[in-house]
Nanobody, 117 residues
Framework: QVQLVESGGGLVQPGESLRLSCAVS????????MDWYRQAPGKQRELVAT????????NYPDSVKGRFTISRDNGKNTVYLQVNSLKPEDTAVYYC??????????WGQGTQVTVSS
C-alpha cells in the first residue's frame, strides 16, 4: 500500500525557513518523480515543486523560484522541500504527491505551514 507522510511544518515568522519532509513507502520510490503542492484556505491546490526520479531535474513556479528547493534521498525514500524567506502568503497546507504508473495518484495527509508575525 502506498503511503506518503509529511512532517516539518509549523508556525514561523516572515523571513524564516522550514524544511518539510515526506517519507514514502509501498512502491519503488526511485522510479517516479515527486511533487510538492500547497493549498491555502479558500484557494485551489497549487504545484510548488517537482523533482525527477533521480533528482537531476527540478521545476518551480515563479511564485516560489529562488526561495524553495526540492530534493530527494532515494536511499531513505524521502523527498524534502526547503522553504526559505517565508512570506505570509506562503501560509498553506503542504502536500507531497506521486503519480505511480498503472496505479494512480497518491497524496500525503499534509503539513501546515503558517507564516505570521
Amino acid at each position: 500500500q502506498v503511503q506518503l507522510v509529511e512532517s516539518g511544518g509549523g508556525l514561523v515568522q516572515p523571513g524564516e525557513s522550514l524544511r518539510l519532509s515526506c517519507a514514502v513507502s509501498g512502491y519503488i520510490f526511485s522510479f517516479y518523480a515527486m511533487d510538492w503542492y500547497r493549498q491555502a484556505p479558500g484557494k485551489q491546490r497549487e504545484l510548488v515543486a517537482t523533482i525527477s526520479s533521480i533528482g537531476t531535474i527540478t521545476n518551480y513556479p515563479d511564485s516560489v523560484k529562488g526561495r524553495f528547493t526540492i530534493s530527494r534521498d532515494n536511499g531513505k525514500n524521502t523527498v524534502y522541500l526547503q522553504v526559505n524567506s517565508l512570506k505570509p502568503e506562503d501560509t498553506a497546507v503542504y502536500y507531497c504527491h506521486v503519480h505511480v504508473g498503472g496505479s494512480g495518484d497518491y497524496w500525503g495527509q499534509g503539513t501546515q505551514v503558517t507564516v505570521s508575525s
